[in-house]
Structures are given as C-alpha cells and as structure tokens.
C-alpha cells in the first residue's frame, strides 16, 4: 500500500510531450512540491515547473478533470497533460467541456 501524502504537499504527475520540460531541468516525472493550506492556482503550479499553460491539454486533480485556472491544495494528486489527447477521451473525460470554460476565462 502507497504511503500517505505529507499533509501539506501537492503530488504532480507530468504526461507524454510535456516531460520534455522537466528533463531539461532533471525534474522527475512525478515529484512534490510544499503548497499552503490556501493552495495554488494549477496554472501558476505548472509555469513553476517550466510547463507552458499553452501547452497544457488538461489537469487532472485526484482522477478528476479540472480547468487550468482552479485552484488545487495540499494532499491532492495533480497531473498534467500534452496537447494531443485522442479524440474520444476528450470528450469521455471532461477535457472539452474544460477547455471551453478555459477558454472564457482567457478571453477576459
């Protein structure tokens, strides 16, 4: 059994193209980082990475899909996805509907 999570850190998992930018800097693909208990915004999370949010298709928070711009807190699981995903997991996951409300909020 995997061990818990120390309370106040954010666990990150970096997918397919967007590793490219944590090799360049020897980040492991999986890694932790300390967050306050007001936690972050993941797109702030991901350019502390080098990750670049144009590049990001999608952030998963504990197997759940959320928008770019939410905020995630210490103990949860965050992942980050390429640009590329196939077609019917967009859509079967929630990475559409994100997108479409990601895309609002960059307009404004």
Request: aromatic share 8%; charged share 30%; no cysteine.
């Given at each position: 059994?995997?061990?818990?999570?120390?309370?106040?850190?954010?666990e990150i998992?970096?997918f397919g193209?967007?590793?490219r930018?944590?090799?360049?800097?020897d980040?492991?693909?999986e890694?932790?980082?300390?967050?306050?208990s007001?936690?972050?915004?993941?797109?702030?999370i991901?350019?502390?990475?080098?990750?670049?949010p144009?590049?990001?298709?999608?952030?998963f928070?504990?197997?759940?899909v959320?928008?770019?711009?939410?905020?995630v807190?210490?103990?949860?699981r965050?992942a980050?996805?390429?640009?590329?995903?196939?077609?019917?997991?967009?859509?079967?996951?929630?990475?559409i509907?994100?997108?479409?409300?990601?895309?609002?909020?960059?307009?404004?």
């Amino acid at each position: 059994m995997k061990e818990q999570a120390s309370p106040d850190l954010l666990e990150i998992r970096v997918f397919g193209s967007l590793r490219r930018h944590l090799e360049r800097q020897d980040f492991p693909f999986e890694l932790e980082r300390s967050l306050s208990s007001a936690g972050g915004i993941a797109r702030d999370i991901a350019r502390s990475l080098g990750l670049p949010p144009g590049e990001i298709e999608a952030v998963f928070r504990n197997g759940r899909v959320i928008n770019i711009h939410d905020r995630v807190f210490p103990g949860d699981r965050v992942a980050f996805f390429p640009k590329g995903t196939p077609g019917p997991y967009r859509v079967f996951l929630g990475m559409i509907r994100e997108n479409i409300k990601r895309a609002g909020k960059e307009k404004s």
